[in-house]
C-alpha cells in the first residue's frame, strides 16, 4: 500500500508479542523518536489497533502529534488517510480498540480464575522444578536444583544466616536461579548478567525460603494487577491466595518447611561485643517484661558465659530484675527436658498425645469438615456466576438482551460476587488456622520421635523443637537458690507431663558465684 501511495524509502516497526494495552513498546518507541526527528513522512498500519488500544493515547497521537509533524496516517483496513481529509469515525474505532482490549482482559481475568480455582498453576515453576515434557500443567522436580534448595533449607536450621549461604553459594561458585534457567535455555526474567551468574544475595535466599510450593503444594493468586492498562504486579493479601496442597512431588518436608518459617524474623544471631555467637540467641525471653536476654561473657572468667534481660533497669531499662542464667546451666537442662519429652512419647504414647493435641481435636475436626463444605459450595456458586455473566455479556453482544437489562442483571451478578468473596475469603482462613494448628501439631509428634536417641544439644534441635524460653529471676526457696524455666515448644506451647507419670524433671545446679548453687526447677504453666 506504501509504495502504490509512492512511498518506496520505507522502515518497518515491529512489536510481535506485545499488548497494544501499553504505548511503552520498543518498536513503537523507535519509531516515535524518529518521527519526532523529522526522518518520515507517513505512517501506515493495517488498522488504527496497531498504533495502539488506549483510546486516549492514540486520540492524542492522531488529533495532535501527527497533525503538528505534518505526517501521514494510513489505516488501511480502517480505509483512514489523513491526506484525504478528517475522518469522523477515527475516534469512535479508537474507543471499540480500547473496548476490545478491555473485554479481553476481563474474559482472560475470569479464565483466570476458574484455572486458579481449579488448582492449574497459575505461574511457572519455581526453581527447583520444571514443568513435566508430558503435561506442562504439572511440575516435576528438577533434581539439580532441587540439592540446592534442600541445602539452603538445611543450612538455616544449622543456624546459618542467610548472608552466610549467600557468600558460601558464590565462593562455590554455584549459579543463581537466573543464570542456571538461562544455561538450561529458560527464558526468565532477572539481572544475572549485570550481578554475574555465581554473585547470591541474601534476599534470593530469603525468597527460597519463603516458598511454600517447595511442600508440594500449588498457591495462586500471590499478585494482582489493578487493571488491563496497568500490568505492574502487585501482592495480594495472603487470604486472597488459592492453596492446593500436595499436588506435586515436595522437595522439602512440611516440617521442615514450617520450623524454618517460625524462625525466619527472629535475631538468632546476636552477638557478644568479642564476635562470639550463641545457639541460645533469640530464644530467651524474660518472664517478667518480655524482653530478650542478650549474650555475655564474665570479664574476669571469660569461660563463663550467661544471658540477662536487655531490660535490666540496672542498665537503663524497666526491668526490675536481671534474670541472669548460665549458658551451661541451660544446656543441661534444655538436654534434660528434651530427654524427658522423648521419654514420655515413647513410653507413654497415648498420654503424650492428648497432651499435645487435646481434647477437642474431635470436635475441631467435625467444624473444620462443615466449613469445608461450605466453602466448596460458595466457590461452585461464584464460578456459575462467572459463566452466567458471560452468557449475560454474549447475549448482549448479539443483541438478545437490551443494554437495560445488561446493566442491572450484570451489577446483581457483581454484588453477589462481592459478598461471595467476603465469605470465601473469611472461611478460607479459619480452615487455613485450623488445618496449620492441626498439621504442626502432627509434625511435632514426628520431630519429638526424631530425637529419641539425643545426646547433645545442637542448634538444629533447638530450631526443630523450640519456640522460645521463659526465663525467670532466681530465688531463694526454703533457704535453696532455684532457677525457673518454661519451655514453650513449636506449635504446641509448654507440654506439661502429669505427676502420675514418673519421669521427673532433670536435675541441674550450678555454681553463680562463690558459696551460692542454683537448682533448677521447671515452671508450671498458669491456668
Not at 39 to 54: E, P, T
Not at 106 to 130: C, D, L, Q
Not at 239 to 267: L, M, S, T
Request: proline residues 4%; aromatic residues 10%.
Amino acid at each position: 500500500m506504501a509504495k502504490e501511495k509512492g512511498y518506496t524509502n520505507l522502515v518497518h516497526f515491529l512489536d510481535d508479542g506485545i499488548s497494544g494495552v501499553t504505548m511503552d513498546r520498543p518498536g513503537f518507541n523507535d519509531m516515535m523518536e524518529q518521527l519526532a526527528a523529522g526522518k518520515a513522512a507517513a505512517v501506515f498500519v493495517k488498522d488504527l489497533s496497531r498504533l495502539g488500544r488506549n483510546y486516549i493515547e492514540v486520540g492524542r497521537l492522531t488529533e495532535e502529534f501527527f497533525p503538528e509533524h505534518d505526517i501521514r496516517l494510513v489505516a488501511v483496513s480502517d480505509n483512514i488517510d489523513t491526506a484525504e481529509g478528517e475522518n469522523e469515525l477515527a475516534p469512535i474505532r479508537n474507543l471499540f480498540n480500547e473496548w476490545y482490549a478491555r473485554d479481553i482482559s476481563k474474559k482472560r481475568r475470569i479464565s483466570n480464575k476458574i484455572k486458579g480455582n481449579a488448582g492449574e498453576p497459575m505461574g511457572p515453576p519455581p526453581y527447583g522444578y520444571k514443568k513435566d515434557p508430558d503435561d506442562p500443567k504439572r511440575w516435576i522436580v528438577d533434581e539439580e536444583a532441587a540439592q540446592v534448595v534442600r541445602r539452603v533449607f538445611r543450612m538455616t536450621l544449622d543456624g546459618y544466616g542467610t548472608e552466610q549461604i549467600a557468600t558460601i553459594f558464590s565462593e562455590e561458585k554455584i549459579l543463581t536461579p537466573i543464570a542456571y534457567w538461562r544455561e538450561k535455555g529458560v527464558n526468565r526474567p532477572g539481572k544475572s548478567k549485570l550481578r554475574g551468574p555465581y554473585m547470591w544475595n541474601s534476599s534470593t535466599i530469603t525468597h527460597i525460603l519463603s516458598l511454600q510450593e517447595y511442600c508440594g503444594d500449588i498457591l495462586n493468586f500471590k499478585t494482582y494487577s489493578k487493571s488491563y492498562k496497568n500490568k505492574k504486579r502487585l501482592a495480594n493479601d495472603r487470604e486472597n491466595w488459592v492453596i492446593f496442597q500436595d499436588v506435586h512431588e515436595p522437595i522439602i518436608e512440611r516440617a521442615v518447611f514450617e520450623q524454618v518459617q517460625q524462625k525466619r524474623g527472629k535475631i538468632r544471631k546476636r552477638r557478644t561485643h568479642e564476635g562470639e555467637r550463641n545457639m541460645f540467641s533469640g530464644l530467651l525471653v524474660c518472664a517478667d517484661c518480655g524482653h530478650n536476654l542478650h549474650f555475655h561473657f564474665n570479664q574476669g572468667n571469660p569461660d563463663i558465659k550467661y544471658f540477662n534481660c536487655s531490660n535490666y533497669k540496672g542498665n537503663r531499662g524497666t526491668c526490675t530484675s536481671t534474670h541472669y542464667v548460665r549458658v551451661d546451666f541451660l544446656e543441661q537442662v534444655v538436654l534434660g527436658e528434651i530427654r524427658r519429652l522423648t521419654k514420655f512419647a515413647s513410653q507413654f504414647e497415648d498420654e503424650f498425645v492428648k497432651a499435645v493435641i487435646g481434647h477437642s481435636q474431635q470436635a475441631e475436626a467435625t467444624d473444620r469438615k462443615l466449613k469445608e463444605k461450605e466453602l466448596k459450595a460458595l466457590q461452585a456458586r461464584d464460578e456459575e456466576l462467572d459463566g452466567l455473566f458471560e452468557r449475560i455479556y454474549e447475549d448482549n453482544v448479539s443483541g438478545k438482551l437490551s443494554d437495560d437489562r445488561f446493566a442491572r442483571m450484570s451489577r446483581r451478578y457483581e454484588e453477589e460476587q462481592k459478598e461471595l468473596a467476603e465469605k470465601i475469603k473469611a472461611l478460607r482462613a479459619e480452615i487455613d488456622k485450623q488445618n496449620s494448628q492441626s498439621m504442626t501439631t502432627d509434625m511435632f509428634i514426628s520431630l519429638v520421635r526424631k530425637y529419641t536417641r539425643a545426646r547433645k544439644l545442637t542448634p538444629r534441635m533447638l530450631n526443630e523443637l523450640i519456640e522460645k524460653i521463659e526465663v525467670f529471676n532466681a530465688e531463694k526457696v526454703d533457704g535453696v537458690w532455684e532457677q525457673r524455666l518454661r519451655i514453650h515448644y513449636n506449635c504446641v506451647g509448654a507440654i506439661e507431663i502429669p505427676d502420675l507419670i514418673p519421669l521427673p524433671a532433670p536435675e541441674v545446679s550450678v555454681n553463680t558465684r562463690k558459696g551460692v548453687v542454683v537448682n533448677y526447677a521447671p515452671s508450671t504453666i498458669a491456668g
